[in-house]
């Protein structure tokens, strides 16, 4: 007894005293380290204000009630998300069951059985009939087990089954901004389509006026056929881009119903002709605090930390297990005495195991281990790499889309102006038909092209946000 008393003891200090496989984790670092500023933006000023994507609701930048109430539809019915929050249910569930690991284990039993055989039958006083020899037996035990965590092979799952739940918030929250950009770019695609089925219907209107002044100069004999001819040309081409833009706005639409959970035959989105798109300011942190603010860079890092304790898990199994166990019975024939002293017993025990041999097994799998946590790290570095490549390519456009903007509107305001003036030149008899007709043409293009440089601009700042985390912290 005292030599088992003795060996508890020491389990006990083994297990307080424990010690850890997993090696010391450090994120993984960079060929080079982040550089000061964006390369995009080197002589380019940008917005001071930094408040803005501190809130998680970025795209209430872009103005707009409907798209507003429309992200918050996401954020509880897209089922991409909910997958996600499922996951991440699963992985923090996952941690609970590996902490349990840390405590012992009870068991409670019981059992009541009848034997005999043939032989005479008599009845007892309470009327119940029983044949001799028969016999009763009544039997309840409770029992314990622990397995101290002397070489941190339990501690080492907790803190992966740990990082890996961290990964899956991260996982979480790259859906969130996913499904918010997509639904902001579908919204903005869907609204350019609105603004440009606008412009192109007050352009056939004009058409409509223009075919009917041909038609009449042509019955005054005072224009040529050809010039009717062009004109219900160029009336026609406009209707047919018009039936494009109205298919265009139907695609958006049936996206977004997708994105807010909702089957799209029963989804509408009421048209706004007269809708201005608003180009926000995004302000651009410095290129080192983007591998905090990315979801996909965080769980990246995540699963390197998990990898790493995978490693100590596996390392662990070259050293033996200690298993405490306890365990209590009492059995009886008479249900009364069932808890009665005499009838108790008890045992306690310390066991041991150890691999002597596996013929490598668990060097193979210490580097598997390993080689496991090399392809995470290098996940990790290319998910970052990947990261500032997304940066710079959204900056470079949003500057380069800022001078396209100022140079298509002076162009589509000298085009508007000419256009002008050459139909009052072909209605005074100065210029031919086919000066109008190209002209025309030519100022519709010019004001689609600057309608859509405008939603161009605004679709970069939404993928801008996406690079650099949205309003993730």
Known sequence: MIRLSRLIGAASLLALGACSMTPAYETPALKSAPPAQFKALEGWKTATPSDHLDRGDWWTLLGDAQLNALAERVKVDNQTIARAEAAYRQARALVREQRASLFPTVDLSGSATKSGGGGTKTTTSVGGATRAGDTQRYQVGIGASWEPDVWGRIRAGISGAKFSAEASAADLAAAQLSAQG??????????????????????VEGYQRSLQITTNRYNAAIAPKSDVLQAQVQLANAQSTLEGLVQDRATFENAIAVLVGEPASSFRIAAVSDWKPVVPEIPIGVPSTLLERRPDVAAAERRVAAA?????????????????????????????DLLTTSANTWSLGLSAAQTLFDA???????????????????????????????????????????????????????????EQMLLNQYKAGQVAYTDVVADQASALSARRTLLQTTVARQTTAVALVQALGGGWR
């Open 182 to 203: 997509e639904l902001a770019t579908s919204y903005l695609g869907l609204r350019r389509a609105d603004a440009e089925i606008a412009m192109v219907r007050a352009t």
């Open 308 to 336: 790493n304790n995978d490693i100590g898990v596996a390392r662990a199994a070259f050293f033996p297990t200690f298993s405490l166990s306890a365990n209590g019975n009492s059995t009886s024939s008479v249900l009364g």
């Open 360 to 418: 490598g097994a668990r060097r193979a799998r210490v580097a598997q281990s390993r080689a496991a946590y090399d392809a995470t790290a290098a996940d990790y570095r290319q998910t970052a790499l990947q990261a500032f490549e997304d940066v710079e390519n959204q900056l470079a456009a949003a500057r380069a889309l800022e001078r396209q903007y100022a140079l298509l509107l002076t162009a589509s305001q000298a085009a508007d102006q000419t």
